[in-house]
């Protein structure tokens, strides 16, 4: 691998335009989310979704209340926390 090559940043700056300077660098684009995002499931509903994944299962669940398995695992995880 050549030098070249690993420079991010044009060598001769004063040629591009601010814009295609910096637009390699944008804040807040990436793979995880910059602001975790408020529970879309009212903490009021928690233990009654616990009860609901003891019969129907947790990706059952997770589909009817159109949200990921593992948020409703989360939950699950946090009412068997607080009930112990």
């Known amino acids: 691998m050549r030098e070249i090559d690993v420079v991010t940043q044009p060598l001769i700056p004063f040629l591009y ?10 804040s807040g ?33 997770a589909r009817e209340l159109n949200v990921s398995h593992e948020t409703v695992r989360g939950i699950v995880k946090r009412v068997k926390r607080d009930t112990l």
Request: charged fraction near 35%.
């Open 17 to 26: 335009p601010e814009r295609v300077f910096y637009s390699r660098r944008r």
């Open 29 to 61: 684009v990436g793979r995880y989310a910059v602001v975790v995002k408020g529970p879309r499931i009212p903490r009021e509903r928690w233990s009654a979704v616990a009860a609901q994944v003891q019969r129907d299962g947790l990706r059952a669940v």
